[in-house]
Nanobody, 122 residues
Framework: QVQLVESGGGLVQAGGSLRLSCATSGRTFSSTDMGWFRQAPMKEREFVAAITWNGNTYYADSVKGRFTISRDNAKDTVYLQANSLKPEDTAVYYC????????????????WGQGTQVTVSS
């Protein structure tokens, strides 16, 4: 059984930083492309960042230059470093393992964590 467990969310002031972690188990992590998504109240789940099995990274325009996705294959963990946070970054953040083509499409991801809340105060 594949499990993804996010951690690291919290309440932070605008301009602050958080580091989200996603620990995985039950699948060959090192050969799996991973992604981070977020969902704010009353909004659709949206793509934030993705990293391929060999380390290529992709970002939504809204977070480019502020967020950094990375992975540690020895620890089966993917990270999202979020800097210069803005109130509009407030959302539940989810990590996911991609099983099909479509890097920015939630439906391409077959396994999801439970999410971690990020709240940015102004």
């Amino acid at each position: 059984q594949v499990q993804l467990v996010e951690s690291g969310g919290g309440l932070v002031q605008a301009g602050g930083s958080l580091r989200l972690s996603c620990a995985t188990s039950g699948r060959t992590f090192s050969s799996t492309d991973m992604g981070w998504f977020r969902q704010a109240p009353m909004k659709e789940r949206e793509f934030v960042a993705a990293i391929t099995w060999n380390g290529n990274t992709y970002y939504a325009d809204s977070v480019k230059g502020r967020f950094t996705i990375s992975r540690d294959n020895a620890k089966d963990t993917v990270y999202l470093q979020a800097n210069s946070l803005k109130p509009e970054d407030t959302a539940v953040y989810y990590c996911a393992a991609r099983l099909r083509p479509g890097r920015e499409i939630p439906g391409a991801y077959g396994y999801w964590g439970q999410g971690t809340q990020v709240t940015v105060s102004s």
